[in-house]
C-alpha cells in the first residue's frame, strides 16, 4: 500500500505538487493519470526518497522509503529506462543491483526470462531498443519480488506487442495481491490496464476514483432517442435540469434523465419511440474534459481550432 498524507513539493515559486492525499491499495493495478507537467513523476520520487516533501508524508506499507533495510525486496521501482550503465550487459546491470541486496544469481536468470531478455542477456544495454530498456528496467523492479511496483510511464516508446506484455504482466501482478502504481498520460492505455484511476491535474488531485465509476460520471445521463414525433416528445421531456438537443431530424440527445425515465415519459405522452441508447464518452473524451483546466502545455491553436478537445458524447 502507498499513502501520502498532504504531500506538497514546491520548486521555488512553482508547486509542483499541491496537498496530495492518496491511498494505492494492493490487488488492483492503480492508474495515476494527469497531463505532463501535473506532478506524477514527483510524486513517485518523494515515495522513494529521491526528493523530499516540502510538507506532508508519503510511506509504502507504512515506512518512509529511508527506513528499508532492503528497499528493494519492498517496492520496485522504474522512473527512467536509460538510468543504466550502457557499456554493461543487462545480465551483469541486474546482477550488480542484486548484489547490493544479497539476491541470488537464479533470480537474475528469473527475472530476465520474465521480461523476455534472456537471450540478449549478455549484449551490452546501450544497443537496447526503448522497449529492450523498458524491459531491463521493469526486471530490475521486479528483482527483490516486492510487493509493491511503482512504474513511471511503462508503455512509453514500445510497440503494441510490448504494451500488451505490459498491460498482462501487470494486471497478473495486481491479481497476486501486489500494489501497482503506474503512471500515463494515455487515458486510452490506462482504460485498458488500470481498475482504479488517480487523476492529477497542476499538482492537485482531480479525481480518484474506479474506471467505471469515472466514465459513469463523465458521461452523465445522456440518452440518445430516435422518434418520428421528436419535436413532441422534446415538449414531454422538458423540466428542469434537463437539456434536450436535436441531432437530427427524428433523433435527439437527452441530458438529465435515465433512459428508463424517457421512456415512460414517452409512453404517457403517446409518442413512439425507436430507439433509446444511453450514451458513453470515452475514457479519453473524459479525461480531457476533466483535465481541461489543469493542462499546462497545450499546443499553439491557429483560428478556428480550439485548445482542448471538445467534450462531445461520441465515444
Ligand atoms: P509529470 O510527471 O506529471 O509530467 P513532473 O512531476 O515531472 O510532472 O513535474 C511537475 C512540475 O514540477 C512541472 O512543472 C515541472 O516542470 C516541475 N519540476 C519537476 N521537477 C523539477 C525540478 N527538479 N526543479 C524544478 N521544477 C521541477
Redesign the pocket.
Known sequence: MIEARGLT?R??S?T??DDLTITVQPGVVTGFL????????????MAIGL?RPTKGTITVNGKAYRDFAAPLCEVGVLLEAKAVHTGRSAYKHLLAVAQTHGIPRRRVDEVLGLVGLTEVAGKRVGGFSLGMGQRLGIASAMLGDPGVLIL??PVNGLDPEGIRWIRTLLQALAAEGRTIFV?S?LMSEMALTATHLIV?GR?KLIANTTVEEFIRQASGDLVHVRSPQAARLNEALARDGVTVSATGLDTLDVNGLTAQQIGEAAFAAGVPVYELTPRQVSLEDAFMDITKDAV?YTHGTTPGQRVSAPTGANA
Do not use: L
Open positions: 513539493k520548486y521555488g512553482k509542483a505538487v494527469g497531463p505532463n507537467g501535473a506532478g506524477k513523476s514527483t510524486t513517485m520520487r526528493d513511471d510511464e503512471s498520460h492529477v499538482g499546462e
